[in-house]
């Protein structure tokens, strides 16, 4: 088996051994943020009072953390990944314990910014590991086993959240609970070998990666149009109690658990420009959906179905396995992380804006991008048979 250069040259056993504590890891950051994403919408509005405006502030806010990422890894670029990851993942925790405290609008920017910067650091290590560590042949599998770990540790969370809730906790402690998980997460990481590291430039930005970037771009804007605004309509507009959004997100997580390592090897069979293709034709169907829709169970079946779909954008990762060669997997998907997150600060402060006209105008926003998604997609060049 040939390894990428610099990494450390591991046998099938402490290979998988690897691939168990970066599991563990994505596992434990899952739950975490799956309290918090199962809880925010309710814990804004019910707590705090925010109206949309104030919603698409705090969302943009909390995103900028995400170009700042890019800085940080390539400050960091050298180290160890695990080592890396256990400190973002401890400044994560921390940072959603802090919630608990949390009195005024302001102190919630401020908590949710030490919360997001680890996360956002984070998010591309696991991937990163993951392609260093993936046999020939299957890193869609791999890829989509880690996504079937997301799926279980947020799963997890959202079944923990709901159930106590059910027994009467108030939101505030669940997000304790979310920040000892990560915790948790930040000490799986040093059972990842400390040589695992990706050698190379600390920032890559080339021409020639122009349409993984605006692939990156494009998702963004759809992600952070259903992290900000899908259930924060659910809880706003239609009154949707915590427990419903939360057994909404449990039922998700588990098709996710079983669906997404299908769907990395259904990347891996018919390549990424397919898979593309048809996740953004379905994402935009569901934005239809969000615009015109007034009845709640339809709404309901749209927020599952723009979830599951949500793990089809593993096509891009793996998409980055055959366009950089090893040496750059970490900066590219670093500046990936970047790109979806440009789009991530900007649709927040546009959707506040478009909310006071009508949310429908918000998932048109969304239709648009969608759209534009398709034809990107469509360049993808097909996976050499």
Request: aromatic share 12%; hydrophobic share 55%.
């Amino acid at each position: 088996m040939t390894e990428a250069p610099g990494l450390p040259q591991l046998g099938d056993a402490k290979r998988r051994r690897a691939l168990f504590f970066v599991g563990a890891a994505v596992v434990g950051v899952g739950f975490a943020i799956a309290i918090q994403v199962g809880c925010n919408d309710n814990f804004v509005v019910e707590q705090l009072g925010l109206d949309g405006g104030q919603k698409g502030i705090l969302e943009a806010v909390r995103e900028t953390c995400g170009v700042v990422a890019l800085g940080l890894l390539a400050v960091l670029a050298g180290f160890a990944e695990p080592l890396v990851g256990a400190a973002m993942v401890a400044l994560f925790g921390v940072g959603l314990a802090s919630y608990y405290f949390v009195p005024t609008f302001g102190w919630l920017l401020a908590t949710s910014l030490v919360w997001s910067q680890g996360l956002h650091v984070w998010m591309p290590l696991p991937d990163s590991m993951t392609l260093c560590l993936a046999e020939p042949g299957r890193v869609g599998f791999r890829l989509g086993q880690m996504r079937a770990a997301g799926a279980a540790g947020f799963g997890a969370g959202m079944a923990a959240a709901l159930l106590l809730t059910l027994a009467g906790v108030a939101l505030r402690p669940l997000f304790l609970l979310a920040g000892a998980a990560g915790l948790l997460a930040a000490a799986a990481c040093f059972g990842i070998p400390r040589d695992l590291k990706t050698p190379g430039p600390r920032l890559v930005f080339r021409r020639s990666y122009g349409l993984y970037y605006a692939l990156c771009f494009l998702d963004g804007w759809r992600r952070q149009i259903f992290l900000c605004f899908a259930g924060f309509l659910l809880v706003r507009v239609y009154g949707t109690p915590v427990q419903t959004i939360l057994l909404l997100y449990v039922a998700v997580q588990v098709v996710g658990y079983f669906g997404f390592p299908w769907l990395g090897r259904l990347i891996d069979r018919v390549g990424e420009r397919r898979v593309l293709v048809a996740y953004f034709a379905c994402v935009t169907a569901v934005f239809v959906g969000y615009a015109l829709v007034r009845a709640r169970p339809v709404l309901f079946g749209l927020f599952l179905a723009d979830n599951i779909l949500s793990g089809c954008a593993t096509a891009i990762t793996t998409y980055v396995h055959r366009l950089a060669p090893p040496s750059e997997h970490t900066a590219t998907l670093g500046m990936g992380v970047a790109m979806n997150h440009v789009a991530a600060v900007a649709m927040p402060l546009l959707g506040g804006f478009l909310w006071q006209f009508g949310y429908h105008w918000v998932f048109a926003a969304g239709i648009v991008a969608a759209l534009a998604s398709i034809l990107v997609a469509l360049r993808v060049p097909p996976r050499p048979s």
